[in-house]
């Protein structure tokens, strides 16, 4: 059979076309030499978000499913990588937990299903109120959840049809920069504009300053301390500040006590409890305390005497102004890890070490991050809500209670006002995905009252109204 010069490029063509479809995308393993979104300089990477959003916001809402569609994917195929390294460079957290929240994330952050427009009509004529994008957002991401921060932030604010530029911690930029990379190939592999996402290779306290002021980001995103959201607050523009939590749980004389044991055990151990919702303290009613201890112990987890919680508290907290801060060393360590301290030998299994105090102690007062946990003897379940407001700080942040009445569990969700109460649950379940029920968030913001972010909150809020007319029923 004769073919022509046509006939045979047709055949070539498709040939390629097959090929190029069946070969599976292969990426360079490190930062490449092509750029991806991670860039020296913060001028550089928030122009660079700013000219991706120009070409974004004329795309359409099934165009930012698809490209998050793409970051879940990311997340699916690179948890246990992206877990790892975040072992490697923070130190902080155990393999399995980090895998389960990539595994929430990719699952269950928030997508473009917040942002069905609202509809009113009526005889002055139609309203429609719509979600906006602001345009690029600058955000910090912390050291304690790097990736599935991250990747729960880029998910949520593409939804809300934002560009994003990062600045994320020092201590985890290189994991950092990888998943901005990863983020983008994919999505530009589905037909994005690059840079739908930025960050800075090096990131400082300067270079955070420079994203906080510069003229195109158009709103805040931080998730950290104190210090971060204080000084995210100083400039000029909205500020959406997730900031630290320190959440104390009630136990009261009718509670079902193996229940709160085993609970508190899972959800205050889970990845070494750096989880801003992870329980912090525990206040116990006198009459159940020593049945509580021992419910504890049978869990799994280590009691120390007092002077041991002392000693280690001497050796791992430190005093900061009025509160206690963690050393960097000590976040997000094992049981074991920190059991050594003391000079124990412990399996690497136990989930916490725990121990009585008084209700001022620096275990109490600091945001420890870490596994051990303080337990203090309350008169009553009325003293052990005024103790729970002390050491919540006015956070307004997550709390927990375990009782079986229901009278004294809306008493305390009242008084304690945070933004998250479990009720006989670890107070992980208040952030739905895989445990709880409802939205799921890595950026819980209490200082500036969203809570449980989702893509809305990362929007203007517009209305068109059209006077006299479409009202046509
Ligand atoms: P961190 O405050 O040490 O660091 C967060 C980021 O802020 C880093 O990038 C850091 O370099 C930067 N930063 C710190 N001080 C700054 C300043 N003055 N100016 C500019 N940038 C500054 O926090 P971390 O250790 O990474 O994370 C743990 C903290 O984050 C805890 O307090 C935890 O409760 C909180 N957190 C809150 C949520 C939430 O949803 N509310 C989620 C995760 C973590």
């Given at each position: 059979?004769?073919?022509?010069?046509?006939?045979?490029?047709?055949?070539?063509?498709?040939?390629?076309q097959?090929?190029?479809?069946?070969?599976?995308?292969e990426?360079?393993?490190?930062?490449?030499?092509?750029?991806?979104?991670?860039?020296?300089?913060?001028?550089?990477?928030?122009e660079?978000?700013?000219?991706?959003?120009?070409?974004?916001?004329?795309?359409?809402?099934q165009?930012?499913?698809?490209?998050?569609?793409?970051?879940?994917?990311?997340?699916l195929?690179?948890?246990?990588?992206?877990?790892?390294?975040?072992?490697?460079?923070?130190?902080?957290?155990?393999?399995?937990?980090?895998i389960?929240?990539?595994?929430?994330?990719?699952?269950?952050?928030?997508?473009?299903?917040?942002?069905?427009?609202?509809?009113?009509?009526?005889?002055?004529?139609?309203?429609?109120?719509?979600?906006?994008?602001?345009?690029?957002?600058?955000?910090?991401?912390?050291?304690?959840?790097?990736?599935?921060?991250?990747?729960?932030?880029?998910?949520?604010?593409?939804s809300?049809g934002?560009?994003?530029?990062f600045?994320?911690?020092?201590?985890?930029?290189?994991?950092?920069?990888?998943?901005?990379?990863?983020?983008?190939?994919?999505m530009?592999?589905?037909?994005?504009?690059?840079?739908?996402?930025?960050?800075?290779?090096?990131?400082?306290?300067d270079?955070a300053?420079?994203?906080?002021?510069?003229?195109?980001?158009?709103?805040?995103?931080?998730?950290?301390?104190?210090?971060?959201?204080?000084?995210?607050?100083?400039?000029?523009?909205?500020?959406?500040?997730?900031?630290?939590?320190?959440?104390?749980v009630?136990?009261?004389?009718?509670?079902?006590?193996?229940?709160?044991?085993?609970?508190?055990?899972?959800s205050g151990?889970?990845?070494?409890?750096?989880?801003?919702?992870?329980?912090?303290?525990?206040?116990?009613?006198?009459s159940?305390?020593?049945?509580?201890?021992?419910?504890?112990?049978?869990?799994?987890?280590?009691?120390?005497?007092?002077?041991?919680?002392?000693?280690?508290?001497?050796?791992?907290?430190e005093k900061?102004?009025?509160h206690?801060?963690?050393r960097?060393?000590?976040?997000g360590?094992?049981?074991?890890?920190?059991?050594?301290v003391?000079?124990?030998?412990l399996?690497?299994?136990?989930?916490?070490?725990?121990?009585?105090?008084?209700?001022?102690?620096?275990?109490?007062?600091?945001?420890?991050?870490?596994?051990?946990?303080?337990?203090?003897?309350?008169?009553?379940?009325?003293?052990?809500?005024?103790e729970?407001?002390?050491?919540?700080?006015?956070?307004?942040?997550?709390?927990?209670?375990?009782?079986?009445?229901?009278?004294?569990?809306?008493?305390?969700?009242?008084?304690?006002?945070?933004?998250?109460?479990?009720?006989?649950?670890?107070?992980?379940?208040?952030?739905?995905?895989?445990?709880?029920e409802?939205?799921?968030?890595?950026?819980?913001?209490?200082?500036?009252?969203?809570?449980?972010?989702?893509?809305?909150?990362?929007?203007?809020?517009?209305?068109?109204?059209?006077?006299?007319?479409?009202?046509f029923?």
């Open positions: 059979m004769n073919l022509s010069d046509d006939q045979v490029q047709t055949i070539v063509n498709r040939v390629v097959d090929v190029l479809k069946s070969t599976p995308v990426f360079k393993e490190s930062v490449s030499e092509e750029n991806w979104g991670v860039f020296q300089d913060m001028d550089d990477a928030v660079a978000a700013y000219e991706a959003f120009l070409l974004y916001e004329k795309m359409g809402i165009d930012r499913k698809k490209f998050t569609d793409c970051v879940r994917q990311v997340t195929d690179f948890k246990e990588e992206f877990s790892r390294m975040a072992i490697e460079q923070t130190g902080m957290g155990r393999l399995n937990h980090k389960a929240k990539h595994e929430n994330v990719a699952k269950h952050a928030s997508g473009i299903e917040f942002l069905q427009p609202e509809c009113y009509s009526g005889k002055n004529g139609l309203a429609i109120d719509e979600y906006a994008p602001w345009g690029v957002i600058g955000n910090i991401s912390p050291s304690t959840h790097p990736s599935p921060t991250m990747l729960e932030n880029i998910i949520t604010q593409l809300a934002n560009t994003i530029v600045n994320p911690h020092p201590a985890s930029k290189g994991l950092n920069a990888y998943v901005i990379e990863r983020c983008n190939q994919y530009v592999k589905a037909g994005a504009p690059r840079n739908l996402v930025t960050c800075v290779s090096e990131p400082t306290l270079s300053k420079i994203m906080f002021g510069h003229s195109k980001t158009r709103l805040l995103s931080v998730t950290g301390g104190p210090g971060v959201v204080a000084e995210a607050m100083k400039y000029e523009k909205p500020v959406i500040a997730a900031g630290p939590g320190n959440p104390p009630l136990i009261d004389e009718t509670a079902d006590l193996e229940l709160a044991a085993k609970e508190i055990t899972w151990s889970f990845d070494n409890n750096i989880l801003c919702i992870a329980e912090k303290e525990i206040f116990v009613v006198d159940v305390f020593n049945s509580f201890i021992k419910a504890f112990e049978r869990q799994g987890n280590k009691m120390l005497i007092s002077q041991q919680m002392d000693h280690l508290a001497d050796k791992v907290l900061s102004g009025k206690y801060l963690i960097r060393d000590f976040v360590r094992n049981a074991n890890i920190l059991a050594k003391l000079g124990l030998q399996a690497d299994e136990v989930p916490l070490l725990f121990g009585e105090t008084e209700a001022e102690h620096p275990w109490v007062v600091a945001e420890q991050m870490t596994s051990c946990i303080p337990v203090v003897r309350v008169q009553n379940f009325e003293q052990g809500i005024e729970a407001k002390k050491a919540e700080h006015h956070f307004e942040h997550t709390s927990s209670v375990f009782t079986k009445d229901m009278n004294r569990a809306t008493a305390f969700a009242k008084e304690l006002k945070t933004d998250i109460i479990v009720i006989n649950g670890g107070t992980l379940r208040g952030n739905g995905g895989d445990f709880g409802s939205s799921f968030s890595h950026t819980i913001a209490s200082p500036t009252g969203q809570g449980i972010t989702n893509p809305r909150d990362f929007c203007r809020h517009r209305r068109i109204m059209t006077a006299g007319a479409f009202r029923v």
